[in-house]
Every structure is written in structure tokens, then in C-alpha cells.
């Protein structure tokens, strides 16, 4: 599977983005997507999950209500949609996918096989 992110750029607190991640290389029906974020000196950490088939989400706490994770299948595209965001949103993010993903493992990072590069987020007035 590969993977690739786009999306990213400089935004004022509030304002908002939309990240996409575009997969090729096989069939993805089994396959949770995941996105990641990676701050400056930090580690990386759990953005948002969708499941391929059924569509089922997961979000972090920090994120819940402001970020929406959806996928367009006929695109092969997974979208996070980014709200009022925050100085503290201020990372980059990485998409990732994996197989055979839980509810309870889809925060894991080390449960997802595949990574995209990488796209900056920057939160800034």
C-alpha cells in the first residue's frame, strides 16, 4: 500500500483544513486508516481512524468535535477535515494504514504497516 498526504500549510488560530491521503496498491476493504501527528520534540500520537468497510471513526480527546475523519471510496482518499484549530495542532501529519485493526488498537501506531510522507500543519497568528 502506498500512501500519500497532502493538504498541509500555514492557518491562524481558528481557522481550518482539509488533509487528504490518497492509497494505491491493493484492495483496502480490510484495512483501517489512520491519522497520526508528530510535534516538534514530541512524540508521535494519535490523530483520528476510519474503518474501510462500515466507516466506523475514532478520535482522540484532543481533537473530538473539531477534526472529522471521512473517506471517499470511489477515490481511494481518506480526508481530515480540521477545525478551530490550535497553536497545539501545530505538527505534521502523517496518514497510516493497517489490517486487521480493533476499536481499542486503532490509537496504536504500532499496529499500522504503512505510512505516508508526512504533511505540515502550521497554527500561528
Known amino acids: 500500500v502506498q500512501l500519500q498526504a497532502s493538504g498541509g500549510g500555514s492557518v491562524q488560530p481558528g481557522g481550518s483544513l482539509r488533509l487528504s491521503c490518497v492509497a494505491s496498491?491493493?484492495?483496502?476493504?480490510?484495512?483501517?486508516m489512520g491519522w497520526f501527528r508528530q510535534a516538534p520534540g514530541k512524540e508521535r500520537e494519535f490523530v483520528a481512524a476510519?474503518?474501510?468497510?462500515?466507516?466506523?471513526?475514532s478520535y482522540a480527546d484532543s481533537v473530538k468535535g473539531r477534526f472529522t475523519i471521512s473517506k471517499d471510496t470511489a477515490k481511494n482518499t481518506v480526508y481530515l477535515q480540521m477545525a478551530v484549530l490550535k497553536p497545539e495542532d501545530t505538527a505534521v501529519y502523517y496518514c497510516?494504514?493497517?489490517?486487521?485493526?480493533?476499536?481499542?488498537?486503532?490509537?496504536?501506531?504500532?499496529?499500522?504497516?504503512?505510512w505516508g510522507q508526512g504533511t505540515l500543519v502550521t497554527v500561528s497568528s
Open positions: 497510516a494504514a493497517g489490517s486487521g485493526l480493533i476499536a481499542s488498537t486503532r490509537h496504536d501506531l504500532h499496529k499500522y504497516d504503512y
Open positions: 496498491g491493493r484492495t483496502f476493504s480490510s484495512l483501517t
Open positions: 476510519i474503518r474501510w468497510s462500515g466507516g466506523s471513526t
